[in-house]
């Protein structure tokens, strides 16, 4: 049985069954199609960078990953009424690492960075927060990681669960064809020399550019429209990292 990781520990692995309810909620409840699986490493650590426009891309993206892979989560998913434990509990058997939005929670990410370290997928939803999906701001916390740990980043648009016109935390209609496209991988590097301020900051700008370009190019290729902007808070409390923890990086 799966806890919650502490200090930076590894999250254990995803439970076998988690993956059949995330699979049935993904082809079952909806109609999701995969496209650009072949994009996704077999082996080795891969770390997903996914837009994110409605409440179930999470899930839905656990269920349709080409492998088991730990995303992080709010840590409000793991607490509060009994349905809501009882959801926290599933998460936690699925490998979910829950992060404090309240503060920079280092060791939600130091959990992330010893997934990859293991060979492992991880994924994070790099805008920090459901807004209008098309990538256009990241926050700095997947740049971080992938700086660190030198993982191939993999862009996911994840198209349809929130259409123009609907209300931003609605589920999408049972049966809807849902579009989940994996792009080709990327890694970002610190260059000799460079300062760690300005090599996350390059990091950050390749991964916006990377995942709002898949972005676009999914929806042309797919003719899926985005909702409307959207206003919400830092879900994921992906803020700013300090740029000294680059490897071989100085403010």
């Not at 409840?29 to 996914?50: I, K, Q, S």
């Not at 009994?82 to 936690?92: E, P, Q």
């Not at 209300?167 to 991988?185: H, Q, V």
């Amino acid at each position: 049985m799966n806890r919650a990781p502490v200090g930076g520990e590894h999250p254990g692995p995803p439970q076998a069954w988690t993956r059949a309810v995330g699979k049935l909620l993904a082809h079952g409840v909806w109609n999701a199609r995969v496209l650009g699986a072949e994009n996704v490493p077999t082996t080795g650590p891969v770390l997903f960078a996914a837009n994110h426009a409605s409440i179930v891309d999470g899930p839905l993206l656990y269920g349709v990953t080409p492998r088991r892979a730990h995303f992080l989560v709010k840590k409000e998913m793991f607490e509060g009424s009994l349905l809501t434990r009882f959801v926290g509990g599933a998460l936690l058997q699925a490998g979910q690492i829950p992060i404090d939005r309240t503060r920079g929670d280092r060791d939600a990410l130091q959990s992330v960075l010893a997934v990859l370290a293991a060979g492992g997928a991880a994924g994070v939803f790099p805008e920090g927060t459901r807004g209008r999906g098309d990538a256009a701001s990241v926050r700095s916390g997947i740049a971080w990681i992938a700086l660190q740990s030198g993982a191939p980043v993999v862009p996911v648009a994840c198209l349809g669960a929130h259409l123009r016109g609907e209300p931003p935390r609605s589920l999408p209609p049972l049966r809807r064809k849902l579009t989940f496209c994996f792009g080709e991988p990327f890694t970002v590097v610190k260059e000799p020399g460079v300062p760690g301020r300005t090599a996350l900051a390059n990091a950050v700008e390749r991964v916006r550019v990377e995942l709002s370009s898949h972005v676009l190019d999914s929806l042309q290729r797919t003719g899926i429209q985005l909702p409307e902007d959207q206003d919400g808070a830092d879900e994921l409390g992906l803020g700013e990292m300090a740029s000294d923890d680059v490897p071989g990086g100085t403010r």
